[in-house]
C-alpha cells in the first residue's frame, strides 16, 4: 500500500505541479517492526516521492501503548523528512506531559467531537481547545469527519488548519481523484 501510494502521489505531482501530500495509515504491528524506517526509506527513493509529500497516521491509541518504541521510530521517519500525524487524536488515554515530547506534525482530531459542532456549547468548546492545545505545541490540527458548513465555519473560525469529510468532498476512486486534479490545472 506505501509503495502504490508514494508512486500515485509521485505521479500526481509530476503531472499536476501541486504540492501535494499522501496520507498512509501505519498499523501497531507495522509500526513495531524492526525495519519501518528502512522500508519507509527505500520507497521513498523506489517511487521518487520527496518525503515531505508522505504523511504517515498513527492512532493515538498505538502510540501511547507503544510509547517508548513508537516516539524512537516516529523520531526516525520525521529525520528521513516524513511527515507525521496522530490520527483519532483525543480519544486515547494520552498524557499531556507525553504529547509535548512526540515528534508529530499533525493531530487528526476524532470525528466524534464534531458530531454536535457548532449546537453543543461543551462540544464546541472541547474543540476550540484541542485546537488551541495544539496550536500552543507547534501542531498542525485536521478535524476529520467535517459533515456540514456550519461545522466548516465553526473550524475555520477558529483557526483549525485542514479538515476533511463528507461536506468537503467524497472519498474518490484514484481515476476519479485524477480526473479532479486534472480540473483544477
Known amino acids: 500500500v506505501l509503495r502504490r501510494a508514494c508512486t500515485v502521489a509521485h ?10 501530500r499522501i496520507a498512509v495509515n501505519l498499523s501497531a ?3 513495531d517492526h524492526p525495519h519501518i524506517v528502512n522500508t519507509v526509506s527505500q520507497v521513498l527513493l523506489d517511487t521518487g516521492l520527496h518525503p515531505t509529500a508522505l504523511e504517515l497516521e498513527i492512532t493515538e491509541s498505538v502510540v501511547v501503548r507503544e510509547s517508548l518504541r513508537a516516539a524512537d521510530v516516529l523520531r526516525q521517519l520525521r529525520a528521513l523528512g516524513v511527515g507525521i500525524a496522530i490520527d483519532d487524536f483525543g480519544v486515547g488515554y494520552s498524557s499531556f506531559s507525553y504529547l ?14 464534531l458530531t454536535n459542532v457548532p449546537k453543543s456549547n461543551g462540544d464546541s468548546r472541547l474543540v476550540s481547545a484541542l485546537i488551541a492545545m495544539g496550536h500552543s505545541l507547534e501542531v498542525g490540527i485536521v478535524a476529520e469527519g467535517v459533515e456540514t458548513a ?36
Open 11 to 20: 505521479r500526481w505531482r509530476q503531472e499536476t505541479g501541486m504540492a501535494l
Open 29 to 31: 504491528v507495522q509500526l
Open 100 to 113: 509535548r515530547e512526540l515528534p508529530v506534525d499533525r493531530f487528526k482530531l476524532d470525528r466524534s467531537f
Open 150 to 185: 456550519e461545522q466548516a465555519l465553526f473550524l475555520r473560525d477558529h483557526g483549525c488548519d485542514e479538515a476533511q469529510g463528507y461536506h468537503l468532498g467524497r472519498p474518490l476512486k484514484e481515476d476519479d481523484f485524477e480526473a479532479l486534479l486534472n480540473s483544477l490545472r
